[in-house]
């Protein structure tokens, strides 16, 4: 079996996803060789671009670094948070595997204890993402939501260091897998809490591994470690957000939840940021799948008009 070389991004958390990877890659393969490439892209160089409104650079901002890498060749396979792929893969890519999901769930860190209603009339509470934006002024308007950029121990950091920032939101599944792989995140003495209000991103929680479509090695290795239901999961959560013609930071929240021989998906779009949201929620066998995405693209359309 050839050597596989993985790239990834620099951060604490592409490292320790990156390396959950070739856990399970050694795991079941026990003569697999991997090596790891740094590669660093255009959303961890430019902290000056805003995540709610990326302008014209939207698609790949944490992906397209890695995709070229794959292409030319340099390396075989490319680690990422599914919820940051665009939809579409490049011509000559695929994805090859999609780890069992963590738990998608976003979670508030506070100085204070009480969750969202612990935060005091008009606190400040910072984000990158205009869908936890808008889903946290839908419950709490009088709140004051401002930006937020970087790694994870990097904004718990500015939590700690900004005194009028009472709180951030972040993906509950990244603190999870830091936490795992002994990352200090300085948590201490901060307030967590799920929030059960707040759909998450298309895909969020899920690790994918990219590749070239042509190399069949590398697919068939990847397939020892993919897991079905999560990639029929997040494929239909995918499908939500294409059919309402989104990116990566379209501001629409979509979980699919699979029980037994049954899918159930729903979603909520703020297609105007400044109103409520149009909601959709759908049940079909989970044969019908991509049947269930259609009908919730079709109920928030409808809400629309």
């Not at 149009?278 to 799948?289: N, Q």
Request: with cysteine.
């Amino acid at each position: 079996m050839k050597p596989f070389t993985i790239g990834t991004r620099g951060s604490d958390l592409a490292l320790a996803q990156t390396r959950m990877v070739a856990v399970l890659l050694r795991k079941e393969n026990s003569n697999v060789q991997i090596h790891e490439q740094v590669i660093q892209t255009t959303g961890d160089a430019r902290l000056d671009i805003s995540l709610s409104n990326p302008g014209p650079i939207d698609k790949g901002l944490f992906t397209k670094e890695l995709e070229r890498a794959l292409l030319d060749r340099s390396i075989d396979l490319a680690v990422h948070s599914l919820k940051d792929l665009p939809i579409e893969n490049p011509e000559g890519l695929v994805l090859g595997a999609i780890l069992p999901r963590e738990e998608p769930d976003d979670v508030l860190i506070s100085k204070h204890p009480g969750g969202m209603k612990g935060l005091s009339p008009g606190a400040c509470v910072a984000t990158g993402s205009l869908r936890r934006r808008c889903f946290l002024l839908s419950e709490r308007p009088d709140l004051e939501v401002v930006e937020l950029r970087g790694n994870v121990p990097t904004r718990i950091k500015k939590l700690r260091d900004q005194h009028g920032l009472e709180a951030i939101v972040l993906a509950g599944a990244g603190i999870r897998r830091l936490s795992m792989a002994g990352c200090a995140l300085g948590m201490d003495g901060f307030h967590q809490t799920a929030l059960a209000f707040m759909l998450p991103a298309p895909g969020q929680g899920a690790v994918a591994v990219q590749c070239r479509a042509d190399d069949h090695e590398t697919l068939a290795v990847l397939q020892t470690i993919h897991d079905l239901p999560s990639a029929v999961a997040v494929t239909a959560e995918r499908a939500v957000l294409a059919g309402l013609g989104g990116g990566c930071h379209t501001p629409v929240g979509v979980l699919a939840t699979i029980a037994k021989d049954t899918i159930h998906l729903k979603a909520a779009w703020y297609y105007d940021p400044a109103s409520d949201p149009a909601t959709a929620s759908v049940t079909k066998p989970l044969t019908e799948w991509t049947r269930a995405a259609s009908d919730v693209i079709d109920q928030l359309y409808g809400q629309t008009k």
